[in-house]
């Protein structure tokens, strides 16, 4: 069955500082990948995808994603962190099987940035 | 461009009640798709809609059902609300001719089943 999961429920990190938001998935064949980022009482903001190429993908907001094959990973970072980047933090695989437009989504992970 | 849009973005109804949410994509998109996320489940895709044909289906049962209109608005139903059924429901627009293409989310109908 293909599956993502977002290890940690809540990630801390200061103002400033690297961060890492990590995400791995379980699915057949090369995998299109997301992230997404929701803030209260909003829909859900596309960061970032992974289809095809360089491993190393960069998307909006200074947030970038690293795309691992062996380890079935997908961590997302950011090199500083900014107190705006609070929110719900949510990785998505296309599932293959369903067709085009149906997405897996972890079960989200609370970044909470501290001055 | 505008962005996607649903109404309402609150709703209130009771147990046994109907409802129906409307989402309108952005210019363009002809795919349409709808999730629910609760605390408790997460996010989990309802079904997809394509050029006014359902493509997609989620594992919901037939109490959810949708639509969509030539113009690529779509609109869901959930018929004999159940309290479950408390819930922000989400649409996503998207060209929808590649696999590859990301969605972009509307603000959400929060429903509450009382």
């Known amino acids: 069955a293909q599956s993502v999961a977002q290890p940690e429920d809540q990630v801390n990190v200061a103002e400033g500082n690297p961060l890492t938001v990590k995400c791995t998935y379980s699915?057949?064949?090369?995998?299109?990948l997301f992230w997404y980022v929701q803030y209260p009482n909003r829909g859900l903001q596309f960061l970032l995808k992974?289809?095809?190429?360089?491993?190393l993908v960069k998307g909006s907001y200074g947030f970038e994603a690293e795309f691992n094959k062996s380890q079935t990973s997908f961590h997302l970072k950011k090199p500083s962190a900014l107190v705006s980047d609070s929110a719900l933090y949510f990785c998505?695989?296309?599932?293959?099987?369903?067709?085009?437009?149906?997405?897996?989504f972890g079960a989200g992970t609370r970044l909470a940035v501290h001055p | 461009k505008a962005g996607v849009t649903q109404t309402p973005r609150y709703l209130i109804k009771t147990r046994g009640q109907q409802v129906t949410l409307s989402c309108s994509p952005i210019?363009?998109?002809?795919?349409v798709s709808w999730y629910q996320q609760t605390p408790g489940q997460g996010l989990q895709f309802l079904f997809e809609?394509?050029?006014?044909?359902?493509?997609n289906k989620g594992n919901f049962p037939g109490r959810f059902s949708g639509r969509q209109f030539s113009n690529s608005r779509s609109e869901m139903n959930v018929s004999t609300l159940e309290l479950g059924d408390s819930a922000l429901y989400l649409c996503?627009?998207?060209?929808?001719?590649?696999?590859?293409?990301?969605?972009?989310f509307g603000p959400g109908t929060r429903l509450t089943v009382l």
């Open positions: 210019s363009g998109h002809r795919s």
């Open positions: 998505a695989v296309r599932d293959k099987t369903g067709g085009y437009n149906k997405l897996i």
């Open positions: 809609y394509f050029s006014e044909t359902q493509r």
């Open positions: 996503a627009s998207s060209p929808g001719t590649s696999g590859g293409d990301e969605q972009f």
């Open positions: 699915v057949s064949g090369n995998p299109y």
């Open positions: 992974y289809i095809t190429g360089d491993n």
